[in-house]
């Protein structure tokens, strides 16, 4: 015989082994009461759990969001009752401006300006003063200008000072 066919008839043998009765699927009435009996797994009241965080974190998004939290700022905040009074010495002045932040948190426009064109010509008289000072210049032109720089930081500490005062009443 051909090695085909007995494979063929071996199978047929194999099939007719096979019980005749299988057992049938079961029915929906089965399926849901089977479904019934299992035990369930998860954490009672986890959806509950679930809404209330989801609801929790929401209300703290809005709230963060419309200016509800504002961050403490890292850099320590100058101490406004030490400001320097009017009439002390120069460097007493430029420590307390050291002290102070760069730049406040939140900056208006109007006085930023005058911050920074207080500086600059600061900066300008520093240049014009060592200038003079490398050129020999007149005693007279040199304390000029050093009472002209006394004076722009003067304004920028009466200026810085109001800007703290306004900071901290917001």
């Given at each position: 015989m051909h090695p085909d066919l007995?494979?063929?008839?071996?199978?047929?043998r194999r099939l007719r082994e096979l019980p005749h009765a299988a057992a049938q699927p079961y029915d929906w009435q089965e399926f849901r009461h089977r479904a019934e009996r299992r035990p369930r797994h998860g954490?009672?009241?986890?959806?509950?759990?679930?809404?209330?965080?989801?609801?929790?974190?929401?209300?703290?998004?809005?709230?963060?969001?419309?200016?509800g939290w504002a961050p403490q700022s890292a850099q320590p905040q100058p101490d406004?009752?030490?400001?320097?009074?009017?009439?002390?010495?120069?460097?007493?002045?430029?420590?307390?401006?050291?002290?102070?932040?760069?730049?406040?948190?939140?900056?208006?426009?109007?006085t930023r300006a005058a911050v920074m064109g207080l500086e600059d010509r600061i900066a300008q008289v520093d240049d014009l003063l060592s200038t003079e000072r490398l050129?020999?210049?007149?005693?007279?032109?040199?304390?000029?200008?050093?009472?002209e720089r006394s004076r722009l930081v003067g304004t920028l500490v009466q200026v810085r000072y109001a800007e703290t005062l306004a900071d901290e009443s917001r």
């Open positions: 007995e494979q063929q008839q071996a199978l047929a954490i009672p009241g986890a959806r509950a759990i679930a809404a209330v965080t989801v609801l929790v974190l929401t209300v703290v998004a809005l709230w963060t969001r419309l200016g406004v009752a030490a400001a320097p009074a009017p009439g002390l010495h120069i460097l007493d002045m430029e420590r307390w401006l050291a002290s102070l932040p760069s730049e406040p948190a939140v900056v208006r426009v109007g050129q020999e210049a007149q005693p007279a032109r040199l304390l000029a200008l050093q009472r």
